[in-house]
């Protein structure tokens, strides 16, 4: 479980580095100090093996995961754009109304791409910028 660079011990850590910058990107500040009260009872159990400590932590966790929720910048929803394609290209429905999707013309950025219903755009949506800070 806790073996160096493989364990769970050592996968936890890395997670929680990368959620840690997450919350610091996100400028959340009350989730951020969760996170840290959170992260301060598990170093603490992991030296004492005490179990309140845990507990504690599990205790911050549930406090943090609600918090999360109530963030207005980790409400992906709000972010969420609908891009029409093919044969929905003027499909006009309500999607998802109790989520609150908004259909876009596009583009939209999808894992780092712009996308555009508009095949012959790919190239000056996502090549271009590039080529040009060269």
């Given amino acids: ?19 840690g910058e997450a919350f610091k990107i996100a400028d959340a500040k009350d989730v951020t100090h969760l996170f840290h009260q959170m992260q301060a009872f598990e170093k603490e159990y992991l030296a004492t093996r005490q179990r309140p400590h845990m507990q504690s932590a599990f205790n911050i966790a549930v406090l943090l995961k609600e918090a999360i929720t109530l ?13 029409r394609i093919g044969t929905a290209k ?12 908004k259909w ?7 894992l780092g791409v712009q996308v555009s219903t508009d095949l012959t755009q790919l190239e000056k949506l996502n090549y271009s ?6």
């Fill in 90 to 101: 003027n499909y006009n429905n309500i999607l998802c109304p109790n989520i609150g999707l």
């Fill in 129 to 134: 910028p590039i080529l040009q800070k060269l």
């Fill in 71 to 83: 963030t207005p910048s980790f409400k992906s929803e709000e972010k969420t754009e609908v891009l």
């Fill in 1 to 19: 479980m806790a073996a160096d660079e493989i364990g769970l011990q050592s996968e936890l850590s890395k997670k929680s580095l990368l959620l």
């Fill in 104 to 110: 876009t013309k596009g583009p939209v950025k999808l």
